[in-house]
């Protein structure tokens, strides 16, 4: 929230720009759901600039009308009258705030840079919603363009104080949080309170303040606000596509506000390629040459495909591992443990497995409740993680038990691991409730297939082995280490 003190600067500084005329009788229009098209044709009229503009926005490939519009009567038939009230009011708005920026630009302020950045924010939206198949693309344009404004808001009414805030951060996410810790407001809130001030329409007022929030549930559907969350993040990659971690934000910002894939993503970046040179040549600024735009598709292909396979890989390893511990579960161990049995019988090669059972871990849960007993299994389990080695297959065998795959290891060579793992179990003091100490013990049975063992024909011969093994360490007094023998 702005507090006084602030709100008292904005609304008081003489170097904030006051709209146009025409600005001001077309944001009137914009507010009237009953805006007579002929009063809209002849405001229009009255700034040939702006009506050039128009005509030209009419007749470009953003809205593939087969009819030329050549006047704004015409442009108006074919756009209709709230896309034209809002696209009037994207243009003028730029128009006095571009002058405005550049008459008020400082040393540590780059007006060409903050407007090349609004730009593409306003083209991203617009070809999210296109992608999205929404009927707000003008809307989504004139938001995107204005939903930083707040930042020139806070250069013109203080440049000597934020302009040490702004330098600090390339980030704009972390520029909101400075901005909120030293001054009480982000710039999102500052944006918002100018836009009020020029009565600019409320949901378009809005949608920019609500675009940087948490986002919103994916249920609801694409809404203005979370493509326009989305944008900031697809302007930032589009501007700056050799630094890397920017696409590493934006694929996440667009998983949480839009659920949209990396294939989803590419396509915005193609429409926004076609739609690129006519919103250049609208605003009369580059973005960037043709032959750079072809570039950034390209790599951001190659980059989105990376992504992608790493989130279907964390995707696979979530479905391969026990929730609570971390370990592999049982249905990993099984085709693990299937795997490395056809291998071991096929090339002679020495396999051994352990299972590893906590002993009275029953007692632990009655004691400590089943918070504590959960927290000491993912202690377990990291303790363990720290000796074994990448080969080795760790799973979560039942409720309290774990299974350990150790392929290409004889029965000798594992004794001083498995030891090891007995001991750095026996030597956990996992401390729980503010300062109660609990301690637990294992008791372990191991069973290997060595070169033509006849007695292990399948995996279930193995375990069979292991747990006779473990039954025989819980009986000789558990903590204990027993190891299957054929005799």
Known sequence: MIDDTLKRRLNYCTTLPSLPAVAVKIIEMANDPDADIRTVCEYISLDPVLAAKLLRTANTPLYKSRRVATNIRQAVSILGTHTVLVIALSFTLANSLMMTSLSNSSSAFDSNIFWRRSITSALASRALGEKLELNFLDDLFLAGLVQEIGILAYWVIMPEEYGKIFASTPDHDILLEIERKTFGAGHDELGYALLKKWHIPDYIALSCINSHSQPEPQN?????????????????????????????????????????????????????????????????????????????????????????????????????????????????FDETLRREFNLAMQYNLPLTIAIIDLDHFKNVNDTYGH?????????????????????????????????????????????????????????????????????????????????????????????????????AAKHAGRNQIMEWSAS
Not at 294 to 311: F, P, V, Y
Not at 400 to 418: K, M, Q, V, W
Not at 422 to 451: H, L, N, P
């Open 220 to 332: 609801l559907g694409p809404t203005l606000q979370s493509c326009l969350a989305v944008s900031r993040y697809l302007a930032d990659y589009f501007l700056y596509p050799h630094e890397a971690e920017k696409m590493t934000t934006l694929n996440k910002a667009t998983q949480d506000w839009l659920g949209l894939d990396p294939s989803a993503l590419i396509d915005v970046i193609k429409i926004m390629e076609v739609g690129l040179s006519a919103v250049e040549e609208l605003f009369e600024m580059t973005i960037h040459h043709p032959c750079e735009v072809t570039g950034i598709l390209a790599e951001a292909k190659e980059l989105l495909m990376i992504h992608d396979l790493s989130r279907m890989k964390d995707l696979e390893d979530k479905s391969q591992r026990d929730g609570l511990t971390g370990a592999y579960n049982r249905t990993y």
């Open 371 to 471: 918070v504590a007993g959960d927290s000491l299994l993912a202690t377990v389990v990291k303790t363990l993680f720290d000796q074994i080695r990448q080969d080795d297959t760790l799973s979560r065998y039942g409720g309290e038990e774990f299974a350990l795959i150790l392929p290409g290891t004889t029965l000798t060579a594992s004794r001083n691991l498995i030891s090891r793992l007995k001991d750095s179990i026996a030597a956990i003091a996992y401390k729980f409730d503010g300062g109660i100490t609990i301690k637990i013990t294992a008791s372990i049975g191991v069973a290997a297939y060595y070169e033509n063992a006849t007695h292990f024909q399948e995996p279930r011969d193995l375990i069979k082995a292991a747990d006779y093994a473990l039954y």
